[in-house]
């Protein structure tokens, strides 16, 4: 079946540095979304991407629809306390009824 | 976007016995999807649920296990079924607001089976 790549798989970062991710699939996607998760809560939608080259920025956070349409990647600038928690990837590939694969997720910690 | 509500928002069951999650949304969705996801891990899809229709169950999942209803297009509910340590997990419903592939979550169930 289709399989979403998301690395690294955790970061430990100091406040105030940039933080970059990524996921990779083996087939072509026709939508890339970008979602956080807190402990104790579902996933939220940060971004999202529908077209080969797209540039999208939420704040701080910047995502790129690769142009080969098997990648993306999130970028977090300047990073705060409160960006601490869980950002899964997600994608919709051709005919497949709306339906979402996931990324393992990134765990980001920031060192005190 | 929606804003989705789950109830109950956790709970402890006892092994053989089934506990019933409801999904309430505030306004109406064609398509809801309920997730499970173990603790640390990323989600996986349960079973689509669109009004009007059966669910849609993935590989792994069957409707004898997990009855889903569907009642309008507000709400569903997803029952786990005769449960086992196993089930214990963070059970996700979530709702595709205007046929775009963007998934809008609720709060999650958080189960325990003992």
């Known amino acids: 079946g289709q399989q979403l790549n998301q690395s690294p798989q955790s970061m430990f970062i100091q406040e105030g540095e940039d933080v970059s991710m990524n996921c990779t699939s083996s087939?072509?996607?026709?939508?890339w979304l970008w979602y956080k998760q807190d402990p104790g809560e579902g996933p939220v939608l940060l971004i999202a991407l529908y077209k080969a080259g797209e540039l999208t920025s939420n704040g701080r956070l910047t995502a790129q629809f690769g142009i080969t349409r098997k990648d993306s990647f999130l970028n977090i600038s300047a990073s705060i306390p409160s960006d601490v928690g869980i950002y899964f990837c997600a994608g919709n590939f051709p005919n497949s009824n709306y339906q979402l694969i996931w990324g393992a997720g990134t765990k980001l910690i920031i060192k005190p | 976007s929606a804003v989705i509500s789950q109830k109950p928002s956790r709970d402890i069951c006892q092994r053989g016995t089934s506990l019933t999650i409801q999904c309430q949304v505030d306004s109406q969705v064609t398509m809801m999807f309920w997730y499970r996801q173990q603790p640390g891990q990323s989600l996986t899809l349960i079973a689509t649920a669109n009004q009007g229709s059966e669910a849609t169950y993935e590989s792994g999942f069957v409707i004898d296990k997990f009855p889903i209803s569907r009642p309008n297009l507000t709400f569903s509910t997803l029952t786990v079924s005769n449960m086992s340590p196993e089930d214990s997990s963070i059970y996700l419903c979530?709702?595709?607001?205007?046929?775009?592939?963007?998934?809008?979550f609720g709060p999650g169930t958080r189960l325990t089976v003992t």
């Open positions: 979530s709702v595709d607001t205007g046929g775009v592939y963007e998934q809008y």
């Open positions: 087939s072509i996607f026709n939508t």
